[in-house]
């Protein structure tokens, strides 16, 4: 974890404040986003919900590994996890649920997480209504108050394991201040010129698991991005900014089951299966699909790369994107296990993609 100082905190607009700007903002536009309208206002969405507790925002605290342990009794559940860029839906339930010090997974088809435990700080439960009618959800913040995690209730599902569940973990003192910070900034990368690229490459070239990766990384205190550049021609390919469109295009004509992992400091949520409908909406990438979608924000693209990691079952390709601050906010995978071979058709699909 990087262990860098916080930066100065921006001055904070008093609660009440926050609440009368929301209000003024959503009599305009009902059908405007929180997020949107937090950012709007000059806060974070947390501070936004801190600001409006009440029967239908109720502030959660408490042991949140046990509150996740607690989740497969909400039985059909909408998951979302997002970055600046991205956003990543799954339907399904919470089941294989282990969280340990400092990490969690959750494991099955259906909903595959994550969970990175230092980065989930607050918690709330929030009830809105909607064109369907009010739903129900619980939505998890970072310390500097951005969303790691949000599990809504099913339209039909049974309310009353979320009630228990809400009441367990509620707050006492519903109308204390959130107190959120910055997160620290990342660690610099070393300069190309100060790094041994060929032991560097060396030690790609020797993986076993595509797990030891960002290990490597940081061993050598090399940037993501950094590595697509240095490892380019030998184990990374820069692609079109364009070229996602036909990637996942292809995926749905060959019937291609592929994954897709969508992350923030605090969860990693993963998709593995076919995919069926995709569509672009202005700067927007879509899959569509009845238990999964997946919005991507291709504005925000500053480059694309192919990679290949070689391990104990042989090269694994995974397609990875970078935004300008150099953050790889959306990867693609085949569909993958321990012990096979990467599928040939996903090989072949990402081997066509245009080069830059």
Not at 54 to 80: F, K, Q, T
Not at 205 to 223: A, I
Not at 302 to 309: D, M, R
């Amino acid at each position: 974890m990087n262990t860098a100082p916080y930066e100065i905190e921006p001055e904070r607009l008093p609660r009440a404040e926050i609440r009368m700007r929301f209000d003024q903002l959503k009599s305009k536009r009902p059908k405007a986003r929180a997020r949107d309208l937090a950012s709007e206002i000059g806060t974070s969405e947390a501070e936004l919900l801190g600001s409006r507790t009440s029967e239908e925002i109720i502030r959660l605290e408490g042991d949140w590994a046990e509150l996740i342990r607690s989740l497969p009794s909400l039985g059909p559940v909408m998951v979302l996890t997002r970055n600046e860029d991205c956003v990543h839906e799954k339907h399904g339930e919470f089941n294989n649920v282990s969280i340990g010090p400092g990490h969690g997974i959750v494991l099955n088809k259906d909903i595959d997480l994550r969970l990175f435990m230092s980065h989930w700080h607050f918690g709330f439960a929030v009830t809105e209504v909607v064109a369907s009618g009010k739903r129900h959800s619980l939505q998890f913040f970072d310390i500097d108050g951005q969303a790691v995690h949000k599990v809504y209730i099913s339209k039909n599902g049974n309310l009353k394991p979320y009630r228990t569940l809400v009441k367990r973990f509620a707050a006492q003192n519903q109308k204390s201040d959130l107190i959120t910070h910055s997160l620290p900034s990342g660690r610099e990368n070393a300069p190309d010129d100060e790094l041994d690229k060929d032991s560097f490459l060396t030690h790609w070239e020797n993986l076993k698991d595509t797990h030891h990766f960002f290990g490597m990384l940081h061993e050598f205190g090399v940037g993501r991005r950094q590595s697509m550049r240095l490892a380019e021609g030998k184990f990374t390919r820069r692609l079109t900014n364009d070229c996602l469109g036909g990637l996942l295009d292809n995926a749905v004509k060959d019937q291609t089951s592929i994954m897709c992992f969508v992350g923030n400091p605090g969860c990693i949520q993963i998709h593995t299966g076919i995919i069926f409908k995709t569509a672009i909406m202005g700067h927007w990438l879509n899959i569509l699909d009845k238990t999964f979608n997946l919005h991507l924000n291709q504005s925000s693209v500053e480059s694309i790369w192919a990679v290949e990691k070689p391990t104990s079952d042989g090269i694994v390709t995974s397609v990875e994107i970078f935004n300008e601050a150099g953050n790889c906010f959306c990867q693609f995978f085949g569909e993958r296990k321990p012990g096979r071979t990467e599928l040939p058709g996903w090989r072949d699909i990402v081997a066509n993609l245009p080069t830059l």
